[in-house]
């Protein structure tokens, strides 16, 4: 403030003063608080605070003191055209929580709308790839659907995608299938579909029940519906088992494929590949904990058999290799 408090000290009448009285005294020092007062609204130093949206807001910075007199006493800008501005500012202002955009509520019921997939969309996205003389996508659709995807029809993801639309049978994809299961999706687009798979195939590493509910579809997805087919052929689930197993492949599943493909299985029934996924969690790669008393399909027996007189005969020959050199 600097010289500004000097401009404001007077001196005290003296005792033989003729204005004596008190209330002389009270006037004086009345007007001179006034006069102080008056001076300190004009220099900012006391500036009333108003009320915005039940906030205090102070009107008036340090920068009020920029331009003054040499002395610090000159004349001041004052702060009323200030606060008349300000009112004016805030009052055009739209209230908080009255526009739609602003309303946090309304911004979250909006995003949810446009995360709604579109059944217009979907069904217009079925008609670009379904047969021309019915209403289903069939081989050469599905092809042509895998190709805007940027998959290859035997790709892991597309299996997903079946899985995810619970289609009924390979190689085709009913309307009803095709429309649920991307709303299911949450996606009515290829964008949406290409961004959405991969969030799915890290779910199903990481989820147990997610896993074994895409590997019992797997089978039902190999078997030949119009048929009647009940049995996997074997060669189709040396397929299906190699895909479903693109992740979370278990350490046994070569031996497992090379020994049916050795022994000329003719088919997998249901229960043996549900099964296969147990055997192959709770056996892993060591053989030696396999108990055929419990209640597993023959095939395992013979699988584990064959695969330690696979492991004898190779100890037979080790052993006859160490024998020849000590000779």
Same mark, same amino acid.
């Given at each position: 403030?600097?010289?500004?408090?000097?401009?404001?000290?007077?001196?005290?009448?003296?005792?033989?003063?003729?204005?004596?009285?008190?209330?002389?005294?009270?006037?004086?020092?009345?007007?001179?608080?006034?006069?102080?007062?008056?001076?300190?609204?004009?220099?900012?130093?006391?500036?009333?605070?108003?009320?915005?949206?039940?906030?205090?807001?102070?009107?008036?910075?340090?920068?009020?003191?920029?331009?003054?007199?040499?002395?610090?006493?000159?004349?001041?800008?004052?702060?009323?055209?200030?606060?008349?501005?300000?009112?004016?500012?805030?009052?055009?202002?739209?209230?908080?929580?009255?526009?739609?955009?602003?309303?946090?509520?309304?911004?979250?019921?909006?995003?949810?709308?446009?995360?709604?997939?579109?059944?217009?969309?979907?069904?217009?996205?079925?008609?670009?790839?379904?047969?021309?003389?019915?209403?289903?996508?069939?081989?050469?659709?599905? #092809?042509?659907?895998? =190709? @805007? *995807?940027?998959?290859?029809? &035997?790709?892991?993801?597309?299996?997903? $995608?079946?899985?995810?639309?619970?289609?009924?049978?390979?190689?085709?994809?009913?309307?009803?299938?095709?429309?649920?299961?991307?709303?299911?999706?949450?996606?009515?687009?290829?964008?949406?579909?290409?961004?959405?798979?991969?969030?799915?195939?890290?779910?199903?590493?990481?989820?147990?029940?997610?896993?074994?509910?895409?590997?019992?579809?797997?089978?039902?997805?190999?078997?030949?519906?119009?048929?009647?087919?009940?049995?996997?052929?074997?060669?189709?689930?040396?397929?299906?088992?190699?895909?479903?197993?693109?992740?979370?492949?278990?350490?046994?599943?070569?031996?497992?494929?090379?020994?049916?493909?050795?022994?000329?299985?003719?088919?997998?029934?249901?229960?043996?590949?549900?099964?296969?996924?147990?055997?192959? #969690?709770?056996?892993? =790669? @060591? *053989?030696?904990?396999?108990? &055929?008393?419990?209640?597993?399909?023959? $095939?395992?027996?013979?699988?584990?058999?064959?695969?330690?007189?696979?492991?004898?005969?190779?100890?037979?020959?080790?052993?006859?290799?160490?024998?020849?050199?000590?000779?």
């Amino acid at each position: 403030m600097g010289n500004c408090f000097s401009c404001f000290k007077v001196s005290l009448p003296p005792a033989t003063a003729t204005r004596s009285s008190s209330f002389d005294y009270k006037d004086e020092t009345m007007e001179l608080r006034g006069s102080f007062l008056n001076s300190c609204q004009q220099t900012g130093s006391l500036v009333p605070e108003t009320h915005i949206n039940g906030n205090r807001k102070s009107v008036t910075t340090l920068s009020t003191f920029n331009n003054v007199g040499s002395d610090n006493c000159g004349s001041m800008p004052t702060v009323q055209n200030n606060l008349r501005s300000s009112r004016g500012f805030y009052a055009r202002l739209s209230p908080l929580g009255k526009s739609g955009t602003s309303s946090g509520l309304n911004t979250t019921t909006e995003s949810k709308q446009q995360k709604e997939p579109s059944e217009n969309k979907l069904n217009t996205l079925f008609d670009q790839y379904k047969d021309s003389h019915e209403d289903v996508i069939l081989a050469d659709g599905i #092809e042509r659907f895998c =190709n @805007d *995807l940027q998959l290859s029809p &035997d790709e892991f993801k597309v299996l997903v $995608l079946a899985w995810k639309l619970n289609a009924k049978q390979m190689c085709q994809f009913t309307r009803q299938e095709f429309v649920t299961g991307l709303k299911m999706m949450k996606v009515d687009s290829i964008r949406g579909i290409q961004a959405r798979l991969p969030e799915i195939v890290q779910e199903l590493t990481v989820n147990n029940d997610l896993f074994k509910d895409l590997y019992r579809f797997t089978f039902r997805f190999g078997l030949d519906v119009n048929s009647g087919q009940r049995i996997l052929p074997a060669d189709m689930a040396i397929v299906l088992w190699k895909l479903v197993f693109t992740i979370r492949e278990p350490p046994l599943l070569s031996k497992w494929l090379k020994f049916l493909e050795c022994h000329h299985v003719r088919g997998i029934p249901r229960d043996t590949w549900n099964m296969f996924l147990n055997f192959a #969690e709770s056996i892993g =790669n @060591d *053989l030696s904990i396999y108990d &055929d008393a419990e209640a597993w399909p023959s $095939l395992f027996d013979d699988f584990v058999e064959y695969e330690n007189d696979q492991m004898n005969q190779n100890i037979s020959k080790d052993d006859m290799k160490d024998a020849s050199i000590d000779n």
